[in-house]
């Protein structure tokens, strides 16, 4: 969703200052009230060679797939969210994450071995954490690996399943 609370304001801002360093590519998808302000600063910026941002619609998860299966980078810059479940989809698909310290997704990833964790508030933070991915290939890869074998150990169905079933059975 493009609305304030899911950091897209703040995402934006450390895009633009990475991309003094760096050449960016960002693709925002969803619909919502910053979708004109998102669209305003796209054609700002639209002859910049080193950033370029894509907007594209709300789209089913299944339709995202391969949006993020092609992504050197998946931010989830939420200044706050309970679980994170696309954040566990891109660490399923073996992806490098930068992602916000706050809320569920802090206790998902851990920073520095399956993702990188900033202060959305802080757009030099955040800045810095996407520059360091973008440059640093084999950092992606590891910090995807690691991603994606937690992915596997803590959230498959395999794992997940017989936890909720004895949970249900408590229950009564």
Do not use: C
């Amino acid at each position: 969703r493009l609305e304030p609370e899911k950091g897209i304001r703040e995402l934006v801002a450390a895009v633009l200052e990475a991309s003094r360093q760096v050449r960016l590519h960002l693709q925002l998808v969803g619909e919502g009230s910053l979708k004109g302000e998102v669209a305003g600063i796209r054609q700002r910026h639209s002859k910049s060679e080193s950033f370029e941002l894509e907007l594209l619609p709300w789209m089913p998860p299944s339709e995202l797939l391969p949006f993020t299966r092609e992504a050197d980078v998946v931010v989830v810059p939420s200044h706050y969210e309970l679980f994170g479940m696309f954040a566990l989809e891109a660490m399923a698909l073996g992806k490098a994450i930068v992602a916000t310290k706050y809320g569920g997704i802090a206790e998902l990833i851990r920073h520095g071995k399956d993702g990188l964790l900033v202060n959305p508030f802080d757009t030099s933070e955040f800045a810095r954490a996407l520059i360091e991915l973008i440059q640093d290939e084999g950092l992606r890869r590891r910090l995807g690996e690691s991603a994606q074998e937690r992915a596997r150990s803590r959230y498959a169905v395999q794992v997940v399943a017989p936890m909720f079933l004895d949970a249900m059975e408590a229950f009564g």
